[in-house]
């Protein structure tokens, strides 16, 4: 019996990657069968790709705090260096 799998846009980010931890684990075992491989191996590239939306959409919403030597504090949009 298959476990059915959620819709990989409504999972959370940590559900997301521990799912893709999972089909790494099995896929480097080696006893996965071919057909099972290549679909465990699509679901993993969306699982990915949905962290990677994630973690974008985090860093988009991360505001860097700064306080200027005359003490304002100012709000800036977080810039990865």
């Known amino acids: 019996m298959a476990v059915k ?3 990989v846009e409504t999972l959370t980010f940590e559900s997301a990657l521990d799912e893709l931890q999972d089909i ?3 896929l480097e075992t080696g006893k996965t069968a071919l057909e099972d491989s290549i679909a465990a191996y ?3 590239i969306a699982l990915k ?6 973690l974008s959409e985090a860093r988009s919403k ?6 200027s030597s005359d003490g ?4 800036a949009p ?3 260096e």
Do not use: D, P, T, W
């Open 5 to 7: 799998k959620s819709a």
């Open 24 to 26: 790494v684990k099995n």
């Open 42 to 44: 699509e679901r993993g």
């Open 49 to 54: 790709n949905h962290c990677e939306k994630k």
């Open 62 to 67: 991360i505001e860097k705090i700064s306080v």
């Open 72 to 75: 304002k504090v100012s709000v």
């Open 78 to 80: 977080f810039e990865q």
